[in-house]
């Protein structure tokens, strides 16, 4: 059973257009995330959830919208898609806010042409 | 400046020799720390948690230097399959996990 899971793995799309990436945690944690990671390979964190309550906001462009219906579930909606969104999405879940460890989905390669 | 600074290597290591390798971070509220290993094209996944106190797991021992903001990791008697991109990570009372650029290390037969 995966226990982090988003979809699509893979996503390429045309500038402008609005697409949606999904994630979903089986093990039972409050905390979730969405981190970037960019062409130098830098993780840079976007969001964090708390039991469905935003709680992180990082500088990220309101064309970004994140969206948490319950603890299990975080997915992101990015609108009007520029070629600089193109990068690694990485989902994560913590148990624990402040020390818990994160794991993390195997990523959604987004790629804006 | 990233609040986590790491030197991104590589760190080319013969098969069986010691690498260490330290990051800083600039955040002094920062609560616990903690290594990451990232292969290519993959998800990072934690290699350990550092304690204050040092710790040590196998062939790999973390350190922590509160005064100093600095964190190290040490891998003995490298194997090929520690070859891998090693991030440092300082997470926040508000459950913040930043994230270093990471350290590549490259074993070599």
């Known amino acids: 059973d995966t226990a982090v899971s988003q979809t699509p793995k893979y996503l390429v799309t045309q500038m402008g257009n609005d697409k949606s990436i999904k994630c979903e945690q089986n093990l039972g944690h409050d905390t979730m995330y969405w981190y970037k990671q960019d062409s130098k390979k830098f993780l840079k964190i976007m969001f964090s959830?708390?039991?469905?309550?935003?709680?992180i906001n990082e500088t990220v462009p309101n064309r970004f919208s994140p969206k948490s219906p319950d603890k299990a579930h975080l997915n992101l909606h990015i609108n009007s898609l520029e070629l600089g969104d193109s990068a690694v999405y990485f989902c994560?879940?913590?148990?624990?806010?402040?020390?818990?460890?994160?794991?993390f989905g195997e990523g959604s390669r987004l790629t804006v042409l | 400046r990233k609040e986590v600074e790491q030197d991104p290597g590589p760190f080319n290591v013969p098969e069986g020799a010691t690498v260490a390798f330290n990051c800083t971070y600039s955040?002094?509220?920062?609560?616990?720390f903690f290594w990451y290993r990232q292969d290519c094209r993959k998800e990072p996944k934690l290699l350990m948690s550092v304690y204050s106190s040092g710790n040590e797991d196998g062939r790999f021992t973390a350190q922590l230097n509160r005064a100093s903001q600095y964190i190290s990791l040490l891998i003995r008697d490298s194997k090929l399959s520690d070859s891998a991109t090693y991030l440092c990570?300082?997470?926040?009372?508000?459950?913040?996990?930043?994230f270093g650029a990471g350290t590549q290390v490259v074993v070599t037969p």
């Open positions: 959830y708390n039991n469905k309550e935003l709680i």
């Open positions: 994560a879940s913590s148990p624990q806010r402040e020390t818990g460890e994160l794991f």
């Open positions: 955040n002094s509220a920062s609560q616990s």
């Open positions: 990570v300082a997470c926040d009372s508000w459950g913040k996990f930043q």
